[in-house]
């Protein structure tokens, strides 16, 4: 499903695997923390309710295509229930979940079909062989600082910012110097 490597002590990465249902599929999502392990941590625990939830509503049988409206309406509902678990926290007084955030990918897999949501930089691929060959393609594009498209998207977006984002050199830019991911949860 996911490896983590212990970049970072302690580990803020985390992953889960689910069936879906009664039905022939999968879901798996793996969490690259940021700023610490509290919302990567919240993800694990809240993606597969989320995503269930959308999934009875949503999914329409024998339309694979309908998947990606219901994992686009889970990243969308989980990042809503963020928002206001942090507030909540952050009126308490404690603000760990408020400095953190987390990338997110997650992927479904049902009636052999493939789709993934993904909102940071970690990546996605399918592997197969070939007359031999070991060959893969990948499903996702990295939500980063490097990526032109996202270059361009923080330009527009911010056009009075010109420290929006900040490149070291030609790979290893970064948005206002701090975080390499321009999409996450949290932050």
């Not at 229930?81 to 990918?105: F, H």
């Not at 049902?110 to 062989?129: E, K, L, P, Q």
């Not at 900040?166 to 996450?184: D, E, M």
């Amino acid at each position: 499903v996911g490896s983590e490597y212990p970049a970072n002590y302690p580990i803020q990465d985390t992953h889960f695997l689910r069936r879906i249902g009664m039905r022939n599929g999968y879901i798996a999502g793996v969490f690259d923390g940021h700023g610490g392990a509290e919302v990567a941590k919240y993800l694990a625990k809240i993606m597969y309710p989320a995503f269930h939830y959308q999934f009875r509503d949503h999914y329409q049988i024998g339309d694979p295509y309908s998947m990606k409206g219901v994992l686009e309406d889970t990243f969308d509902f989980v990042e809503n229930k963020l928002l206001e678990r942090t507030k909540e926290v952050y009126k308490a007084g404690v603000d760990n979940i408020a400095n953190s955030g987390a990338c997110g990918l997650v992927a479904a897999i049902i009636d052999n079909y493939v789709t993934v949501a993904n909102n940071g930089d970690s990546f996605a691929a399918v592997f197969s062989t070939r007359e031999g060959l070991l060959r893969h393609r990948l499903l996702t594009t990295p939500f980063n600082a490097n990526n032109q498209d996202e270059k361009n998207r923080l330009r527009e977006e911010f056009p009075d910012e010109r420290d929006i984002f900040i490149c070291h050199s030609i790979q290893r830019c970064f948005v206002k110097s701090r975080l390499a991911v321009t999409r996450s949860f949290g932050d």
